[in-house]
């Protein structure tokens, strides 16, 4: 680079800190849902990696996959452009290496986000709705065990707004009858039982980098594995079901009995996907996963006194999730569950607080199988999930993200207060 690009850089680089020096001095007394939390070092990775033309998948992309891996717990990991796409890959190399066959059934909750059922579906497999747990808005053990058939392959927990799933008893269930266990970690990147962290529990699982979740690459996702033949049929899989690029150096040419001598770099051996996540993206995850574990701390320090708060002064309209002991929650959003007392309903309650400038959403798809695109769909409801429908009617959440303040969340509970006549 000429000392004129260098001068350029440097005076760039200088404003990046100057900007964000600047960036979180403005206060607001709403509260967004979500916010990425970055500064002068993700911008600069960008800007490095832009000028040195590092655009597609390449060494920041292994570089991310080995920091984030080792940091919860996993020997490989698999960077992918979604969440979305980590469960599709992670469910179809599951699906090939043990040979499941169409309709084999993978267990999920019925409460959580729309695709952790459509990649199920869309590989031919069907999923098995359970209904969750009050306390916790995960699987329910106890329904869980009522759903297992012989066509029962796979069990798929979601750890709910960075609330770890019960594994230990997932796990033990898994075990005794032979039943692959892939945890969906989209919404809980650091979050742990007894200091182990999720994600390295079961056979495989997944992660989401989306802009608004504990740690953002803007959009990307991650599958992470302690299975070296999952691990490499994974990464066929994320490009286009290219042969193990792995052995690439040591044998260049691929030959069968009707292509010879051919580049193995255009040898497809399965049907795959293109799924891929840039170096950009990767460069800015490789900085975010330095920061997981404190931001982390300061979403749990935010829902704590949150939670406090709620049931000081809104103890007669809402329930909030239960604490357990030796359970980390990531705390991806704060959820509060109206009682069936209270006179006032989930849309009138997220109107009001949305006028007052305070982000809501409602619990992600409410109850999957009730949902206008998955109703006619293959799949299979055990029971009447009353918990995931009385969820889908009564539950919403805010943001505790780390740039939420105290006199915002004192501000939030005053005005629901006076609101809701408490």
Do not use: W
Request: net charge positive; charged share 25%.
């Amino acid at each position: 680079m000429s000392k004129t690009r260098s001068k350029i850089v440097s005076d760039i680089n200088k404003n990046l800190n100057k900007y964000y020096k600047d960036y979180n001095k403005n206060f607001n007394y709403g509260i967004t849902l979500s916010e990425p939390s970055y500064d002068e070092k993700e911008a600069k990775a960008i800007l490095k990696n832009f000028l040195n033309g590092n655009i597609s998948q390449g060494k920041n992309v292994k570089l991310f996959e080995k920091n984030f891996s080792k940091n919860i717990g996993c020997k490989y990991g698999i960077a992918t452009n979604s969440g979305s796409s980590a469960n599709l890959l992670a469910l179809t190399a599951l699906k090939n290496i043990y040979k499941l066959k169409n309709d084999d059934e993978v267990i999920i909750p019925a409460s959580t986000f729309a695709t952790v059922a459509m990649p199920i579906i869309q590989i031919g497999l069907k999923p098995v709705y359970v209904d969750i747990d009050l306390e916790t808005l995960n699987l329910s053990i106890k329904e869980l065990k009522k759903a297992i058939t012989k066509r029962t392959k796979v069990i798929m927990p979601v750890h709910t707004l960075g609330m770890p799933a019960d594994m230990k008893a997932i796990i033990k269930i898994a075990k005794n009858k032979k039943i692959l266990v892939f945890e969906d970690c989209c919404e809980a990147h650091g979050a742990s039982i007894d200091k182990k962290k999720v994600g390295s529990f079961g056979i495989i699982s997944a992660f989401s980098f989306f802009v608004a979740h504990n740690i953002t690459t803007g959009e990307g996702g991650m599958i992470l594995t302690n299975n070296r033949k999952i691990y490499d049929e994974c990464l066929s899989l994320r490009e286009f079901g290219r042969i193990n690029q792995n052995k690439l150096h040591s044998k260049r040419y691929y030959s069968d009995k009707k292509i010879k001598n051919y580049d193995k770099r255009y040898v497809f051996t399965k049907i795959g996907y293109n799924v891929r996540m840039t170096d950009l993206q990767a460069s800015v995850g490789v900085i975010q996963t330095k920061k997981m574990d404190k931001l982390n701390k300061l979403r749990a320090f935010n829902a704590k006194f949150l939670d406090n708060l709620i049931k000081k002064n809104l103890n007669k309209s809402f329930i909030t999730t239960k604490y357990i002991k030796n359970y980390f929650n990531s705390r991806y959003t704060f959820p509060l569950i109206i009682k069936k007392n209270c006179k006032y309903s989930r849309k009138s309650i997220c109107n009001f607080l949305e006028k007052n400038k305070i982000q809501t959403r409602p619990m992600m798809g409410g109850c999957l199988p009730d949902q206008p695109g998955l109703r006619f769909e293959k799949g299979r409801s055990v029971g009447k999930l009353k918990i995931s429908r009385y969820i889908k009617d009564n539950c919403f959440f805010v943001g505790v993200h780390p740039l939420v303040r105290k006199e915002q969340m004192i501000r939030m509970v005053k005005l629901l207060k006076k609101f809701l006549n408490e």
